[in-house]
């Protein structure tokens, strides 16, 4: 009797932590679907609201956001360790999705920026909430798989939004019904969540090893080598990332003199497609290497850089749009090793009281200087910087990433739990 009661629990268990996955996926389709509209639909509000005026301005901007969503990913992070992770994501999707419906009504320079730092603020509670979550409820053989599902999501998100510059285009529609349609299904989607996602049971003596504080928290995090090996490896990849989302539909309109519509189709599609196949194979592949090797996560992202380098090198150089097209391809694949990883390899050197902590503070980092990177490359751009010298760079940087993850060791005390 004893044995179907642990049994039923189980099978329960399970049911519950595949039924989070599937709850979150649409809820981080949403959270990059309207940062997506935003590249695809750069010309419409750049002729809309003139006096965003230059392409620098627009870079600062999209920094606005990353800056604000960096700063506060800790905090977010700290209050998912502490409290209940399933009401910081439900609260983040209902505020952002409010803000994304207002940005539908700005009409000037300063009003966009200033939607985009609310939007910063609202989103960042959600990531390190949500894969916190997944891997709570994931914590054997199918961790690397559920996050990337979860991925999933974005990538379709991002996907759904390379369209948006053909809702632009459209007399009838436009930027603004895109913003506010995203919003309205956001604030809807919410309802449901409530009632339906459920946070994982914890044991009272895990939640009494939550820290006080969250000077004491960060204290714990920069003494442990591989965690700071794995912050710089999440944020060096992440500069050609952003660039490639935010700039890449850009790119291919004045390179190849496509219309913004078509461009934003070339930039996201091929891509995002292929970063969905990257992270099925690629949680497929870590979690049963994971049977042979505590490293088996490592080696597959290292494998999703190692992609990068032609990837990269191809983007700069191609000079007609089916290569460049067909480099984006393997930069997706390579990118889907990479992003369904990253929690899980967190998971092996933090404890699990800290890693929606661990991954906010990974956030603030990376973001920070995605901004950045956005902000430059508008700023180069304007300067007449070939693009081939650009992705070179990138290409340099995602070689150096490859030696940086291989340093990392998982922390054998974590073993039981995250093998």
Same mark, same amino acid.
């Given at each position: 009797?004893?044995?179907?009661?642990?049994?039923?629990?189980?099978?329960?268990?399970?049911?519950?932590?595949?039924?989070?996955?599937? &709850?979150?996926?649409?809820?981080?389709?949403?959270?990059?679907?309207?940062?997506?509209?935003?590249?695809?639909?750069?010309?419409?509000?750049?002729?809309?609201?003139?006096?965003?005026?230059?392409?620098?301005?627009?870079?600062?901007? =999209?920094?606005?956001?990353?800056?604000?969503?960096?700063?506060?990913?800790?905090?977010?992070?700290?209050?998912?360790?502490?409290?209940?992770?399933?009401?910081?994501?439900?609260?983040?999707?209902?505020?952002?999705?409010?803000?994304?419906?207002?940005?539908?009504?700005?009409?000037?320079?300063?009003?966009?920026?200033?939607?985009?730092?609310?939007?910063?603020?609202?989103?960042?509670?959600?990531?390190?909430?949500? =894969?916190?979550?997944?891997?709570?409820?994931?914590?054997?053989?199918?961790?690397?798989?559920?996050?990337?599902?979860?991925?999933?999501?974005?990538?379709?998100?991002?996907?759904?939004?390379?369209?948006?510059?053909?809702?632009?285009?459209?007399?009838? =529609?436009?930027?603004?019904?895109?913003?506010?349609?995203?919003?309205?299904?956001?604030?809807?989607?919410?309802?449901?969540?409530?009632?339906?996602?459920?946070?994982?049971?914890?044991?009272?003596?895990?939640?009494?090893?939550?820290?006080?504080?969250?000077?004491?928290?960060?204290?714990?995090?920069?003494?442990?080598?591989?965690?700071?090996?794995?912050?710089?490896?999440?944020?060096?990849?992440? &500069?050609?990332?952003?660039?490639?989302?935010?700039?890449?539909?850009?790119?291919?309109?004045?390179?190849?003199?496509?219309?913004?519509?078509?461009?934003?189709?070339?930039?996201?599609?091929?891509?995002?497609?292929?970063?969905?196949?990257?992270?099925?194979?690629?949680?497929?592949?870590?979690?049963?290497?994971?049977?042979?090797?505590?490293?088996?996560?490592?080696?597959?992202?290292?494998?999703?850089?190692?992609?990068?380098?032609?990837?990269?090198?191809?983007?700069?150089?191609?000079?007609? &749009?089916?290569?460049?097209?067909?480099?984006?391809?393997?930069?997706?694949?390579?990118?889907?090793?990479?992003?369904?990883?990253?929690?899980?390899?967190?998971?092996?050197?933090?404890?699990?009281?800290?890693?929606?902590?661990?991954?906010?503070?990974?956030?603030?980092?990376?973001?920070?200087?995605?901004?950045?990177?956005?902000?430059?490359?508008?700023?180069?751009?304007?300067?007449?910087?070939?693009?081939?010298?650009?992705?070179?760079?990138?290409?340099?940087?995602?070689?150096?990433?490859?030696?940086?993850?291989?340093?990392?060791?998982?922390?054998?005390?974590?073993?039981?739990?995250?093998?």
């Amino acid at each position: 009797m004893h044995a179907e009661t642990v049994s039923t629990d189980s099978q329960g268990l399970r049911r519950a932590a595949w039924l989070a996955v599937a &709850l979150l996926a649409p809820v981080a389709l949403l959270n990059y679907l309207d940062r997506q509209m935003l590249a695809a639909m750069k010309m419409s509000m750049m002729t809309d609201i003139p006096d965003i005026g230059s392409r620098e301005n627009w870079g600062f901007m =999209l920094g606005s956001f990353k800056w604000v969503y960096a700063f506060l990913s800790p905090i977010g992070g700290y209050i998912a360790d502490r409290y209940s992770r399933r009401l910081v994501i439900i609260a983040s999707l209902f505020v952002w999705s409010a803000v994304t419906w207002s940005t539908g009504y700005v009409t000037t320079y300063d009003g966009l920026v200033a939607t985009r730092a609310l939007m910063g603020i609202s989103e960042a509670f959600y990531i390190p909430a949500a =894969l916190a979550l997944i891997t709570d409820f994931h914590r054997g053989s199918t961790r690397s798989r559920a996050v990337g599902i979860h991925q999933m999501g974005i990538y379709a998100g991002i996907v759904l939004g390379g369209f948006a510059g053909h809702v632009a285009d459209q007399p009838n =529609l436009g930027w603004r019904f895109a913003f506010q349609t995203c919003g309205v299904v956001g604030i809807l989607y919410s309802l449901p969540l409530f009632w339906l996602l459920r946070d994982p049971p914890q044991s009272p003596a895990s939640q009494k090893r939550h820290p006080t504080s969250l000077f004491r928290a960060w204290a714990e995090l920069v003494k442990n080598r591989g965690y700071l090996l794995l912050v710089i490896y999440f944020t060096l990849p992440a &500069l050609a990332g952003w660039v490639v989302k935010d700039w890449m539909p850009d790119i291919l309109r004045e390179r190849f003199n496509l219309n913004q519509g078509k461009a934003g189709v070339y930039a996201v599609i091929p891509v995002q497609l292929a970063s969905l196949i990257g992270v099925g194979i690629g949680g497929w592949m870590a979690d049963l290497w994971m049977r042979r090797s505590e490293r088996g996560r490592i080696f597959v992202s290292a494998i999703g850089m190692i992609l990068f380098l032609p990837a990269l090198f191809g983007v700069g150089l191609s000079e007609r &749009l089916g290569f460049a097209v067909g480099f984006l391809i393997l930069y997706g694949i390579g990118w889907g090793f990479f992003d369904c990883n990253n929690m899980p390899i967190l998971s092996q050197i933090v404890r699990p009281e800290l890693r929606a902590t661990g991954y906010g503070f990974m956030n603030l980092v990376s973001i920070s200087c995605g901004g950045f990177a956005d902000w430059g490359f508008g700023l180069l751009r304007d300067q007449h910087v070939s693009l081939a010298v650009i992705f070179g760079i990138f290409a340099g940087i995602a070689l150096f990433s490859v030696a940086i993850v291989l340093m990392i060791h998982p922390r054998p005390d974590l073993a039981p739990k995250d093998s």
